[in-house]
């Protein structure tokens, strides 16, 4: 089977660092090829991934456009789509494209027509507040929708649901223990790990720190800032300004430090050493990269019970999830009562890159072979 696998024109695949969809694709293109999926990735030139064919319409990532009104962000997309479009009805070799760019993907997709091969869209956000993203969806009977969790699919539009194959979990290379070297021994210090956005909820971390006394390292961009030196002070951007008026105000350095971006063996090292990993998320995580990374690398996940993170966490095994905010920072101060050891059996059994793309090969051949063909 040849899949056309869209990551879209923000990042590389792999990404250095941040990287949502971008980490998602790059976990699981290798896994798909050793099951005998040829993968023609549509991403941008500097992509690095080894895949059977590369597609780009922009030599590099446009992730700084993200920060852009609206209809840029769109425009950017659509660039990038209109390539992948062209290519599609210039050959007749791809069985499946597997999307992962929202709304606008979709709807490229779906108007590609009754010839178009058949698609498989993954929805990576929490789509309950933007019903009208995919207002309408009929997926021009080309498409079907998976989640990469439960409670994502079950928060999203009737219309997506009604086209919905199922949820995959994300999962991580690190869960194979392929990489497993001597670890740091855990510091002292809770981490949360993700872009710095109201939805990951670093303000509220930052205040739980300092009023029940634990140090926490904040680590990931700001918008398209990825370190603290490159980050205006009068930046103009919805998660700039998140930083600068609600977690800035409690990062002395001391108790509270951002460090930026971290990626590589500098990542793992920074979750393997942590106390925990705090998510005091203040949205419903839709995949939670971050955690099933976390598990793997033997570091407890204490957090707010929301989206995804009762599915991926069991509670009090791997982790401590509450519903109240003051109850979880005791429960981050009491987070070495779990097992390391635990966390990582749950993530070699639950979050390798190899189940989850026997999942999607499930998935495609539903798709091509009862979906389209009945
Ligand atoms: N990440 C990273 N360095 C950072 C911050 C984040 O490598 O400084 C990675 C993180 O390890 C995860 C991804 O970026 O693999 C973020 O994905 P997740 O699903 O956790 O969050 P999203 O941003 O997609 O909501």
């Not at 456009?65 to 209109?82: D, I, S």
């Not at 997709?109 to 009208?132: E, F, I, Q, R, S």
Request: net charge negative; charged share 20%; aromatic share 6%.
């Amino acid at each position: 089977m040849k899949v056309l696998m869209n990551a879209g024109p923000w990042l590389p695949v792999p990404p250095r660092g941040y990287g949502g969809i971008e980490n998602v694709v790059a976990t699981l293109v290798p896994p798909l090829r050793e099951l005998g999926v040829e993968v023609v990735l549509a991403s941008v030139g500097t992509s690095a991934l080894p895949v059977d064919e590369l597609l780009s319409v922009y030599p590099d990532g446009q992730f700084g456009a993200l920060q852009r009104p609206y209809n840029q962000v769109c425009g950017v997309a659509q660039a990038h789509l209109h390539g992948v479009v062209r290519a599609l009805r210039e050959r007749d070799d791809i069985d499946l494209v597997h999307d992962h760019v929202e709304a606008v993907g979709l709807a490229t997709v779906a108007a590609l027509g009754p010839d178009a091969p058949p698609a498989l869209h993954t929805l990576h956000w929490d789509l309950a507040k933007h019903p009208d993203l995919y207002g309408g969806f009929d997926g021009g009977g080309r498409v079907r929708v998976n989640g990469v969790s439960a409670s994502q699919l079950a928060r999203a539009p009737e219309a997506l649901r009604a086209h919905s194959v199922g949820h995959v979990h994300l999962a991580t290379p690190l869960a194979t223990g392929a990489d497993r070297r001597p670890r740091p021994a855990k510091g002292g210090y809770l981490l949360i790990l993700g872009r710095i956005t109201p939805g990951k909820g670093q303000d509220l971390g930052a205040r739980l720190a300092h009023q029940y006394g634990f140090d926490l390292i904040l680590a990931g961009p700001v918008g398209p800032y990825r370190d603290p030196a490159d980050l205006p002070s009068d930046a103009d951007n919805p998660d700039a300004r998140y930083f600068h008026e609600k977690v800035a105000p409690h990062v002395d350095g001391q108790r509270v430090r951002w460090i930026g971006t971290v990626h590589g063996q500098e990542r793992d090292d920074l979750v393997a050493g942590a106390k925990a990993v705090l998510a005091p998320l203040r949205w419903e995580e839709p995949g939670g990269t971050f955690v099933v990374e976390s598990l793997a690398l033997g570091t407890p996940v204490v957090a707010l019970a929301r989206g995804c993170l009762p599915e991926l966490v069991d509670d009090g095994h791997t982790g401590l999830l509450t519903d109240d905010e003051d109850e979880l920072a005791e429960l981050a101060l009491a987070a070495d009562k779990i097992d390391p050891a635990d966390c990582m059996a749950e993530a070699a059994r639950r979050f390798t890159p190899a189940r989850m793309a026997m999942r999607y090969v499930e998935l495609y051949s539903l798709i091509r072979d009862h979906v389209f063909m009945s």
